[in-house]
């Protein structure tokens, strides 16, 4: 992974973090985003747990020109609204508005 370590003394003293993932993955056409939801939950739940004082903010993959990707990002970009709901000082950023009927 790309991500830093959920414990990593770099991000000690941050007030806010922005997590952009999912870009890259759910271009793989094997993609299955409630897969990657679940790998990006516990990435989140466990930088959350080592720095309490830190929002985290999650914004939603940006639509493609593609069909098929645009599927995977609107599932994937719905449960990450879901995580936002249910995790302590993470918010989601809806980027639904950057999409129109092509993408």
């Known amino acids: 992974d790309c991500l830093p370590d959920t414990e990593?003394?770099?991000?000690?003293?941050?007030?806010?973090?922005?997590?952009?993932?999912?870009t890259n993955d759910l271009k793989e056409e094997g993609c299955i985003p409630a897969?990657?939801?679940?790998?990006?939950?516990?990435?989140?739940?466990g930088f959350v747990t080592s720095h309490p004082s830190t929002h985290v903010f999650l914004p939603g993959v940006l639509p493609t020109t593609n069909s098929a990707i645009n599927t995977r990002i609107k599932e994937y970009n719905h449960y990450l609204g879901d995580m936002c709901s249910v995790i302590p000082r993470v918010n989601y950023i809806d980027n639904s508005n950057f999409s129109d009927k092509n993408g």
Request: net charge negative; aromatic share 12%; hydrophobic share 45%.
């Open 8 to 22: 990593c003394a770099d991000l000690a003293d941050i007030s806010d973090f922005v997590i952009a993932v999912g």
């Open 35 to 45: 897969e990657l939801a679940k790998r990006t939950y516990r990435y989140v739940s």
